[in-house]
């Protein structure tokens, strides 16, 4: 049986980076006689402009017929004040909900060579390595009711954080079975001080981790959890969060290995089919000057070939190709310490080079 992946490049660099990934895909397609059928198609604003609407039926129907989708980034200034149905940003959460990805895996890591770049001293940011499940459906972001109220004095806006155990069950048994696969440890982060949903949120985490006593639970306040990410971030190995505090955290996480421009992501179903894509934004202020980053996304595919692909050789392929990458000395605008860096167009090329000399 073949395998169907969606290629989204949307609008800005997303465009720019799903290119190198795309070119990447397409040498191991053929390098190891890979049996996918690939379809590309618009969405964002680009689809906005083309079509009327940010997510055409035709891009949902084919999302849904898919095992795995690479998907770019969405936005731009120019479609700020349309109305939420037409935003691009709403083709990102419907495929989210319509397609039930609601696990998100976000990995922050640092080669140790790039440590320069991190924000933070050396020698608390070096060997980082963490992994952030974020539940991506659920929460503050989807509860109902929800609205703003202009006709009374005064004015106000409400929404309602909401999360069901059925939600917490499926997302916490994700990220326990996450650590079991790394250093053992799990991280559940929560407001338990102040919200009901919160300390809901720990009882049934709490109850759950008897199922898994090869993993140490900890849990932390999502104020505390973000200060202790900066403070001293390699204490945590897997950090499991709701839709708004994993949202935080991860992009806090993402900022301390110097470029966000390096990290993948993951949002899954419960059959593994996922949707792909780097952890930073369309970035309108570089787009089209090629000097993006693609890493991210050239690690999103790999992680679409490890989850959702069944290739996990080729994934690992990958990775190693993207570390002899960075020891090997080439760097991109966003993590050079000169003016000798690699254009995006750039890229895809040298890391070719290297899996063709594995």
Not at 1 to 26: F, N, R
Not at 36 to 41: A, D, E, I
């Amino acid at each position: 049986m073949s395998k169907k992946i969606l290629i989204l490049p949307g609008d800005g660099i997303g465009q720019e980076v799903t290119k190198s990934a795309m070119q990447i895909l397409d040498f191991i397609v053929k390098r190891f006689n890979l049996n996918f059928v690939v379809n590309t198609l618009d969405v964002g604003g680009t689809a906005y402009e083309k079509f009327g609407s940010p997510i055409p039926d035709k891009v949902l129907a084919a999302a849904k017929e898919a095992d795995a989708i690479l998907f770019g980034a969405v936005g731009d200034p120019q479609w700020d004040d349309l109305s939420w149905e037409d935003r691009p940003e709403n083709a990102l959460l419907t495929l989210r909900k319509e397609l039930s990805l609601f696990a998100n895996l976000r990995p922050a890591f640092l080669f140790n060579e790039l440590s320069n770049a991190s924000p933070l001293k050396e020698k608390i940011i070096e060997g980082l390595d963490i992994l952030i499940v974020r539940e991506l459906t659920g929460g503050i972001y989807f509860g109902e009711p929800r609205g703003v109220i202009n006709d009374q004095t005064p004015n106000y806006a409400f929404n309602t954080m909401i999360y069901n155990e059925d939600e917490i069950t499926r997302i916490a048994k994700v990220a326990f079975e996450s650590a079991q696969k790394r250093k053992g440890r799990l991280c559940s982060v929560e407001k338990a001080n102040v919200l009901e949903v919160s300390k809901f949120w720990r009882s049934i985490v709490t109850e759950m981790s008897a199922e898994y006593p090869d993993v140490e639970l900890s849990h932390q306040l999502a104020d505390n959890a973000a200060m202790q990410l900066v403070l001293n971030p390699n204490q945590f190995d897997v950090i499991v969060a709701s839709n708004l505090f994993g949202d935080i955290l991860s992009d806090i996480a993402a900022t301390l290995t110097g470029s966000i421009g390096m990290l993948p992501s993951a949002s899954l179903d419960s059959s593994f089919k996922g949707m792909y894509e780097p952890c930073h934004g369309s970035a309108p202020d570089i787009a089209g000057q090629d000097i993006a980053n693609p890493l991210a996304m050239i690690g999103s595919l790999s992680m679409a070939l490890r989850y959702s692909l069944e290739e996990e050789t080729v994934a690992n392929k990958i990775d190693i190709a993207i570390k002899k990458f960075i020891n090997q000395g080439f760097r991109t605008k966003d993590i050079a310490i000169d003016e000798n860096y690699l254009n995006t167009s750039e890229v895809a090329e040298k890391i070719i080079e290297i899996l063709e000399n594995e």
